[in-house]
């Protein structure tokens, strides 16, 4: 008989944990830090872990980006001819950076097991209107836990009375026994240009031969995507990566931590409420859903 997959929660972290030991799979989701996703293995595989000495408050690892990823330049924006200050939480760059619920606290709504994967609907419901985004919503993380991979829901309803614009990433960090001898696969044919404090300028022209090999590059780059699929390639394991979304980018970041890469998968690019790339506006009452999920092989 097979293991069934269990999920504990720890009420006084607020730290759900998954857990299958006869698949290999382990996960935790701190749901006081935006329910993010800081442990992940798959088929015996660290995929996901702590970034430590890294905090949280400096990587935002595996946190939900929204109402916009990356950055805006001095948290400013026009939007229907008003004027909107975010809070600046980058002060060495005057920006705002990766939106406004990475440090949320969410709640559980639903969960389920079974003998093949774990489910987990999370929620958080704005109902303050801030400075910057003056907008109530409700945004719902579905996280599904299998032996080979990981799907993760994302569902933002505007329950306001005015439409708003957002994009949306995921920030997470993933591991490599060996990231020198680790590369990406993706399609490709546009780069954004980042100026001055990781600010869009541009885009330019990009051709990418077979693969990008990591190497020792110093990475803090974003690429407009082909198509909806990134693989990470790595000597133990292979991790693709997929987004039901229709417009797709890829940020790629290595941080000061061995062998550990940032591959974040996005909606749009940095400052993108000033230049729009990527930009969207959800009505009052409509939802937007994406998903993304990483498969090992």
Not at 201 to 224: A, M, P, S
Request: net charge negative; charged share 20%; hydrophobic share 35%.
């Amino acid at each position: 008989m097979k293991i069934v997959y269990k999920i504990s929660h720890n009420k006084t972290s607020n730290i759900l944990e998954i857990e299958n030991s006869e698949s290999g799979v382990h996960g935790k989701i701190y749901l006081n830090s935006g329910a993010s996703l800081q442990k992940l293995t798959l088929k015996g595989h660290a995929i996901i872990k702590d970034l430590s000495p890294l905090t949280y408050a400096n990587t935002y690892a595996s946190s939900i980006l929204f109402p916009f990823a990356n950055r805006i330049k001095d948290g400013a924006y026009t939007f229907n001819d008003n004027d909107f200050q975010f809070e600046i939480n980058q002060k060495e760059e005057n920006n705002a950076l990766h939106g406004l619920v990475y440090n949320k606290a969410f709640h559980i709504v639903d969960q389920e097991t079974s003998h093949d994967s774990a489910s987990i609907l999370l929620e958080y419901n704005e109902t303050e209107l801030s400075i910057g985004f003056p907008y109530t919503y409700t945004i719902q993380l579905k996280y599904v836990f299998t032996s080979n991979d990981l799907s993760l829901g994302v569902s933002v309803k505007n329950t306001d009375s005015k439409a708003f614009p957002f994009t949306l990433g995921w920030h997470p960090y993933f591991l490599s026994d060996d990231l020198f001898n680790s590369s990406l696969e993706f399609n490709s044919s546009k780069k954004i240009v980042l100026g001055e404090r990781n600010i869009t300028t541009g885009i330019e022209n990009f051709e990418l031969k077979d693969v990008l090999t990591i190497e020792d590059k110093q990475l803090d780059d974003c690429w407009v995507l082909d198509s909806n699929k990134v693989t990470f390639n790595t000597p133990k394991y292979k991790l693709i990566i997929e987004s039901s979304a229709e417009n797709n980018f890829l940020q790629a970041y290595t941080p000061p931590k061995l062998n550990t890469i940032a591959i974040e998968p996005t909606t749009g690019v940095s400052d993108s409420f000033n230049n729009k790339i990527g930009l969207e506006v959800l009505d009052p009452n409509d939802i937007y859903n994406i998903n993304w999920s990483l498969k090992i092989k």
